[in-house]
């Protein structure tokens, strides 16, 4: 029996119409392994009262096999972190597995207050729990789990709070 264009259009529809949808709430991630959904914590579902992370929330930014996400860019102690500001591209960062996301400060150590360069405050990601040290304090704004061959992005799970820099979590013993 020959198969007539209108089979594969009917096909090609209901495949279409089986398909995840983009909505809100949750990111679809598809790889060759499938599809998989990324529920984002914190937001509504449906009846409740939840809200999207406000400050500076973490999401997959992820393009391929390449792990990647963005950082929502917000102020820290009345200051853009370096690489953010108004009118500032997308903040990125890659990653290479689990890791977590910081906000680092540095401190001068003689007036406890804030360095006055750029790089004083910086958003990185980082395979390890970073202690506080004589003069920075790495404040976590969310964890990376990644999993899967290939490795892939299976849960970010989002602090949501204002970063609140204080000298007082300098590491006084060193």
Partial sequence: MAILADHIQRINAAIRQA????????????????????????????????TACQYFEVTDASVGIDLKVQVAQNLI??????????????????ISGNS?????????????????ESTAITILQSGNIEPNTADSV?????????DGDPLAITEISNVCTQPVPSPCNLAWTE
């Fill in 138 to 146: 790495y404040i976590l704004l969310a964890t990376v789990v990644t």
């Fill in 19 to 50: 398909r995840i949808r983009p909505g809100v709430g949750y990111q679809i991630r598809e790889t060759s392994g499938g599809v998989s959904l990324l529920i984002r914590p914190g937001t509504s579902g449906g009846g409740g009262g939840g």
């Fill in 77 to 94: 102690a009345g200051r853009w972190p370096d690489g953010m500001g108004l009118d500032f591209p997308a903040f990125i960062l890659e």
């Fill in 100 to 116: 977590y996301i910081y906000a680092k400060i540095t401190y001068n150590t003689t007036t406890l207050e804030i360095l006055p």
